[in-house]
T-cell receptor
Framework: GENVEQHPSTLSVQEGDSAVIKCTYSDSASNYFPWYKQELGKGPQLIIDIRSNVGEKKDQRIAVTLNKTAKHFSLHITETQPEDSAVYFCAATRYSSASKIIFGSGTRLSIRP | ETGVTQSPTHLIKTRGQQVTLRCSSQSGHNTVSWYQQALGQGPQFIFQYYREEENGRGNFPPRFSGLQFPNYSSELNVNALELDDSALYLC?????????????FGPGTRLTVT
C-alpha cells in the first residue's frame, strides 16, 4: 500500500546550524508533497509544498527538494532559530477528487541555544 | 479569511459510547477531510467529504461515519467507542476543482476513551 517513510525521528541542532529531514514515498503516482509543522497542542501547519513537476522550491530559510526517480524528497531549514523547534511531517498525495494525504511518522526537531 | 475551527477541544468518553465531533471549514473551501492522530504518530486519513458525500475513505471501520452540510461544515461520528479510539482528531479543509492543492488543518479535538 501507500507509504511514506521519514528520517530521522528526532533531530537536535545548534541554533544557527542547518537541519535536514528526509522522506521516501512508495506510490509513484504521487504528485504533491506538502510539509507540515506541528507545535504542541496544535494542528499541523502547512509550511511549504512542492509539486511533481518541480525539483526544488525555496521560501526564505526553508527549501524542499524532490527526486521523482528515486522517490525521495527532503526539507532543509537553514539558520535555525528556537521557534523552529516542533514536530515536522512530510507527506505525499495523488491529487485527485479524493486527495488523502499520506503522512510520514514525524521528526521531532530541537534547537539547542 | 476564517481558518478551520473544531469543537469541542477536549472530550472524555466511556468505551461503548458514541461521539460527534464538529468542523467548520475555511471560508471559500468546499471539501473537508478527517484524520486520526495517535500520540507520537502522523495523522491517518479517515475519509473526505465533498458536495455532502463521502469521497474517499481510509482503513477505518464503518462505525466511523460523517456528514457534510450545505455550508461545507462537517461532523465525524464514532459509534461503539474503543480504547484505541483515543487520539487527536483533525479536520482539514481544501478547495476541490481548483488549481490549489493545499489542505489546511484545524487545531483538533482530543478524544480520550476510558
Amino acid at each position: 500500500g501507500e507509504n511514506v517513510e521519514q528520517h530521522p525521528s528526532t533531530l537536535s541542532v545548534q541554533e544557527g546550524d542547518s537541519a535536514v529531514i528526509k522522506c521516501t514515498y512508495s506510490d509513484s503516482a504521487s504528485n504533491y508533497f506538502p510539509w507540515y509543522k506541528q507545535e504542541l497542542g496544535k494542528g499541523p501547519q502547512l509550511i511549504i509544498d512542492i509539486r511533481s513537476n518541480v525539483g526544488e522550491k525555496k521560501d526564505q530559510r526553508i527549501a524542499v527538494t524532490l527526486n521523482k526517480t528515486a522517490k525521495h524528497f527532503s526539507l532543509h531549514i537553514t539558520e535555525t532559530q528556537p521557534e523552529d523547534s516542533a514536530v515536522y511531517f512530510c507527506a505525499a498525495t495523488r491529487y485527485s477528487s479524493a486527495s488523502k494525504i499520506i503522512f510520514g511518522s514525524g521528526t521531532r526537531l530541537s534547537i539547542r541555544p | 479569511e476564517t481558518g478551520v475551527t473544531q469543537s469541542p477541544t477536549h472530550l472524555i468518553k466511556t468505551r461503548g459510547q458514541q461521539v460527534t465531533l464538529r468542523c467548520s471549514s475555511q471560508s471559500g473551501h468546499n471539501t473537508v477531510s478527517w484524520y486520526q492522530q495517535a500520540l507520537g504518530q502522523g495523522p491517518q486519513f479517515i475519509f473526505q467529504y465533498y458536495r455532502e458525500e463521502e469521497n474517499g475513505r481510509g482503513n477505518f471501520p464503518p462505525r466511523f461515519s460523517g456528514l457534510q452540510f450545505p455550508n461545507y461544515s462537517s461532523e465525524l461520528n464514532v459509534n461503539a467507542l474503543e480504547l484505541d479510539d483515543s487520539a487527536l482528531y483533525l479536520c482539514a479543509s481544501s478547495q476541490s476543482g481548483g488549481a490549489s492543492y493545499e489542505q489546511y488543518f484545524g487545531p483538533g479535538t482530543r478524544l480520550t476513551v476510558t
